[in-house]
C-alpha cells in the first residue's frame, strides 16, 4: 500500500510538473550574463535572447552580474528558485577548470546546476608575430626542442583554457616553454608583436581581426575540423598533437531541478535560434562556431573536460590565489 501511495505521489508530482511547465512562461525571464556589458559575451546573449524570446512569447532581460571570473554570476543561477525564470550562461571556466583551480566555490556544478547546451563556441588559435622566422607548428616544436627555456608564451592568466591547452601540448610533443601569464588579451597580443613572447593561444574572435591584417600568423586551431575563418590553418588533430578539441563555448545554464518540460523548452528555443541563418553569419562574423549538441551530450563532454582539466592541473601543479 506504501508503494501504491508513493507511486501515486511521484504520478502526480510529475503531472504538477507538467501542468505547470504548459504555462510557463507567464512573465518575463532572467538571464543571468557573469561578465561584463559590451564585449562579446554581451553580443552573443542579446543576439540569442532577442530571437528566444519571439519563441517563448516572454522578453527574456539579460543581466550582467561580473565578477570572479565568472563565478559570481554562476553562482546567482545555481542558487536562484528552479521556476524557469532566472537562467543563464555558463563557459568552461567555472564550469569545468574552476572546481579544481580553486580551493572554495560558490556552487558545485554537479549538485546545482543543469547545463543545457552549448549554443556557440570559440575556436583556440596558436599564433605567433608575422615576422617570427617561425612559420608552422612543426618549425615551432623544432625550435623548442633545439633551446629548451629560451622560448616561450603567452596566456590571459594562469589557469585559463589558453594557459592549459599549451600544457598539454608540452606534454605532448616533449618540449619545455616558459609560461609568461598576462591579464588580459589588451596585454598579451601588444607583447607578441614587440617579440616579447614567441607565440600565444588565445580565441579566434579575438585574433581574427589581426591575423587579417597580417600582424599575427596563425599556425593551428584547436577544434576538430578546420575553421571556415580559417581554411588554411591545419588543426592540432590533423597534425597529431591532439586527441581531443578544446574550444572555449557559451553555454545555456538552469538552477537544479528545474523541471524536465522547462528545460525541453529552452533547449528546443536556443538551439532552433543557433541554427537560424542570420545568427549562423553573425557567429562566423564574430569567429564563432555552433557546434550541434543534445542536452546529454553537453553535460557528458562538462564532465569529460573537468577530468581532463583536473588531470593538467594536478600534474603540472598549478595554483591560483583564491
Known amino acids: 500500500m506504501r508503494t501504491i501511495r508513493t507511486l501515486l505521489g511521484v504520478f502526480l508530482l510529475f503531472a504538477g510538473w507538467a501542468a505547470w511547465a504548459q504555462d510557463w512562461p507567464a512573465r518575463p525571464i532572467k538571464f543571468v550574463v557573469p561578465w561584463p556589458a559590451g564585449g562579446l559575451n554581451d553580443v552573443i546573449a542579446r543576439a540569442f535572447n532577442d530571437r528566444v524570446s519571439v519563441g517563448l512569447g516572454q522578453t527574456v532581460v539579460t543581466d550582467f552580474r561580473a565578477g570572479a571570473g565568472g563565478r559570481i554570476g554562476v553562482a546567482e543561477v545555481a542558487r536562484s528558485a528552479p521556476d524557469g525564470y532566472t537562467i543563464g550562461m555558463g ?50 616544436i623544432a625550435a623548442a626542442k633545439a633551446k629548451p627555456g629560451y622560448y616561450n608564451y603567452a596566456s590571459v592568466g594562469i589557469g585559463g583554457p589558453q594557459h592549459l591547452i599549451m600544457e598539454i ?16 588579451t589588451t596585454e598579451s597580443l601588444p607583447a607578441i608583436l614587440a617579440g616579447d613572447v614567441h607565440a600565444t593561444f588565445d580565441t579566434l574572435p579575438f585574433l581574427l ?44 545554464i538552469v538552477p537544479a531541478k ?37 542536452t546529454p551530450e553537453f553535460q557528458t563532454r562538462i ?20
Not at 260 to 287: F, S
Not at 308 to 321: F, G, L, P
Open 91 to 140: 563557459n568552461l571556466g567555472p564550469l569545468t577548470i574552476f572546481p579544481t583551480l580553486y580551493k572554495q566555490m560558490p556552487f558545485d556544478v554537479s549538485k546545482d546546476l543543469i547545463p543545457i547546451t552549448m549554443f556557440a563556441a570559440s575556436p583556440l588559435v596558436l599564433v605567433v608575430a608575422n615576422d617570427s622566422p617561425i612559420k608552422s607548428m612543426q618549425d615551432l
Open 169 to 184: 601540448l608540452k606534454a605532448r610533443t616533449g618540449v619545455f616553454m616558459v609560461h609568461v601569464p598576462y591579464k588580459g
Open 209 to 252: 581581426p589581426h591575423i587579417r591584417a597580417g600582424k599575427i600568423r596563425a599556425l593551428a586551431v584547436s577544434t576538430p575540423n578546420r575553421v571556415p575563418q580559417l581554411p588554411d590553418v591545419p588543426t592540432l588533430k590533423e597534425l597529431k598533437l591532439s586527441d581531443t578539441d578544446v574550444v572555449t563555448w557559451y553555454a545555456l
Open 258 to 294: 528545474t523541471p524536465k518540460p522547462i528545460v525541453d523548452r529552452l533547449y528546443k528555443e536556443y538551439t532552433a535560434v543557433a541554427q537560424q541563418p542570420e545568427v549562423q553569419k553573425l557567429l562566423a562574423d564574430q569567429g564563432l562556431i555552433y557546434i550541434p549538441n543534445s
Open 303 to 322: 564532465e569529460d573536460e573537468t577530468k581532463r582539466w583536473a588531470t593538467v592541473i594536478r600534474n603540472n601543479k598549478i595554483e591560483v590565489a583564491q
